[in-house]
């Protein structure tokens, strides 16, 4: 199994909502990572999980809270967004570096976010 | 921040055409990758050249890197209508562990 799978594919939430992204990948990856999109822009990099604990955290506000349950699954908690948080949310994994480069990532499909 | 740039930021083509994307990159680099992503869905990984090698071939894909230059370049030859997207290098630089840099992406159409 080579994909990374993500729901909802689509949300729609008030600013008062509290929900939560989640991502599952079975290649035995145990790196992963959140990435937000904005249109016409590249990927920028959220937070990355190695071996279930967080590793980066790009000064991501704290209304975004991920959460790494177990090696497969990672979640991304939401509450009290802004409108500017509207964004494709992406979920990717790789293989671990041990003292050499790393491999490439695989991308789920992402969650098409929208803040009300 | 964005370690890589690309150019150009959007490509023209027609079907059987060779289409040829640049990436500029400012850091020592373990490796660098190419991804396509059609419209708004996820990234998919093309290709991965280590700062070691020179050239690497992948089907269609032709890739380079020159790291005394820090630059690489995608070729896409006898492109189709399916490589219509948008392609993005990404650099795993060598001080920054666990983290790509995305450049700002190429464009491309390709017309029947």
């Known amino acids: 199994d080579t994909e990374v799978t993500q729901t909802p594919k689509h949300l729609v939430m008030g600013m008062t909502n509290k929900k939560s992204l989640k991502c599952e990948q079975h290649m035995g990856h145990r790196a992963m990572y959140w990435y937000k999109q904005k249109a016409k822009k590249p990927p920028e990099l959220m937070f990355v999980y190695s071996y279930e604990k967080l590793s980066i955290n790009e000064s991501v506000p704290s209304r975004f809270s991920p959460e790494c349950p177990n090696s497969s699954l990672l979640n991304l908690h939401l509450h009290a967004l802004q409108p500017e948080d509207s964004a494709l949310y992406l979920c990717?994994?790789?293989?671990?570096?041990?003292?050499?480069?790393?491999?490439?990532?695989?991308f789920g499909p992402g969650t098409r976010l929208t803040v009300l | 921040s964005q370690q890589g740039e690309e150019d150009p930021q959007a490509l023209s083509i027609q079907e059987g055409e060779n289409a040829t994307m640049n990436c500029s990159y400012k850091t020592s680099i373990n490796n660098l990758q190419w991804y396509r992503q059609n419209s708004g869905r996820g990234l998919v990984h093309l290709i991965l050249i280590r700062s070691n090698e020179r050239e690497k071939h992948s089907g269609r894909l032709r890739v380079t890197l020159d790291t005394s230059k820090k630059s690489s370049s995608l070729l896409i030859t006898a492109s189709r209508a399916a490589d219509t997207a948008s392609y993005f290098c990404?650099?795993?630089?060598?001080?920054?562990?666990?983290?790509?840099?995305f450049g700002a992406g190429t464009q491309v159409v390709v017309t029947p």
């Open positions: 990404a650099t795993d630089a060598t001080d920054s562990w666990g983290k790509l840099q």
């Open positions: 990717a994994s790789s293989q671990t570096r041990a003292g050499g480069p790393y491999n490439e990532q695989f």
